[in-house]
T-cell receptor, first 110, second 115 residues
Framework: EDKVVQSPLSLVVHEGDTVTLNCSYE??????LLWYKQEKKAPTFLFML????IEKKSGRLSSILDKKELFSILNITATQTGDSAVYLC??????????FGTGTSLTVIP | ETGVTQSPTHLIKTRGQQVTLRCSSQ?????VSWYQQALGQGPQFIFQ???????GRGNFPPRFSGLQFPNYSSELNVNALELDDSALYLC??????????????FGPGTRLTVT
C-alpha cells in the first residue's frame, strides 16, 4: 500500500531554534515530492522535489530529497512564531495520484 | 490568498442526502484536484480533473463523483452521505499536467458536517 509517513507528529521549539522535519514514503511510480505549510485551512506550497540530492532553498527554509532511501527533510533555521503551522509532505506518482502524510505540527514559542 | 475559491464555506447535511461542492480555479489553471481532510489528518486525494476529464483517482467509492467545466471550474458530488464523510473538502488548481509543475494552489475549503 502506498503511504507517506511524517515525523515527528508534533514539535515545540523556541524562537531562533533550528528544526528538521522528516518525510518517508513508499509510493510506486514516484514522480515528485512536495512540501506544504497549513496554517488555518488552505495549505500553501513550499517546495517541489523531483531529483535526488538537489537542495531547494527559500529564505530560512530548505529541503532535500533522497530517492534511494525514500525520504525527504525540511529544515527551518532561526524559527519565528510565524512558522507555527502544520507542515505537510505529499508524494505524486506518475498516475497523478497524490499521497499526503498526516503532517507535523510545529509550535514556535516566543 | 490564492485565486481559488470554494463554495459554500460550511454545510450541514443529513446522512443519506446528496451534496454538491463547487470550486473556481485560479486564472490560467486547467487542472483541479479534490481532497478530503479529516480532523488531524493529512488531505486524502479524491480525484483530479484536467480539461474536463478525470485524470487520476484516489481510493474513494463511486458515490464521490466530479465534473470540470469548460472554464475549468469544478464540482464535487457526494451521494448517500455517511457520517464519516464529515470533513474539510479542499480543491486545488494547477497548470498543465504535462509540464510536471505541481505547484498547486489550494482554496479555503468547504467544511461539511453530516449528522
Amino acid at each position: 500500500e502506498d503511504k507517506v509517513v511524517q515525523s515527528p507528529l508534533s514539535l515545540v521549539v523556541h524562537e531562533g531554534d533550528t528544526v528538521t522535519l522528516n518525510c518517508s514514503y513508499e509510493v510506486t511510480n514516484f514522480r515528485s515530492l512536495l512540501w506544504y505549510k497549513q496554517e488555518k485551512k488552505a495549505p500553501t506550497f513550499l517546495f517541489m522535489l523531483t531529483s535526488s540530492g538537489i537542495e531547494k532553498k527559500s529564505g530560512r527554509l530548505s529541503s532535500i530529497l533522497d530517492k534511494k532511501e525514500l525520504f525527504s527533510i525540511l529544515n527551518i533555521t532561526a524559527t519565528q512564531t510565524g512558522d507555527s503551522a502544520v507542515y505537510l509532505c505529499a508524494v505524486v506518482n506518475t498516475g497523478n495520484q497524490f499521497y499526503f502524510g498526516t503532517g507535523t505540527s510545529l509550535t514556535v514559542i516566543p | 490568498e490564492t485565486g481559488v475559491t470554494q463554495s459554500p464555506t460550511h454545510l450541514i447535511k443529513t446522512r443519506g442526502q446528496q451534496v454538491t461542492l463547487r470550486c473556481s480555479s485560479q486564472s490560467g489553471h486547467n487542472t483541479v484536484s479534490w481532497y478530503q481532510q479529516a480532523l488531524g489528518q493529512g488531505p486524502q486525494f479524491i480525484f483530479q480533473y484536467y480539461r474536463e476529464e478525470e485524470n487520476g483517482r484516489g481510493n474513494f467509492p463511486p458515490r464521490f463523483s466530479g465534473l470540470q467545466f469548460p472554464n475549468y471550474s469544478s464540482e464535487l458530488n457526494v451521494n448517500a452521505l455517511e457520517l464519516d464523510d464529515s470533513a474539510l473538502y479542499l480543491c486545488a488548481s494547477s497548470t498543465s499536467r504535462t509540464s510536471g509543475i505541481y505547484e498547486q494552489y489550494f482554496g479555503p475549503g468547504t467544511r461539511l458536517t453530516v449528522t
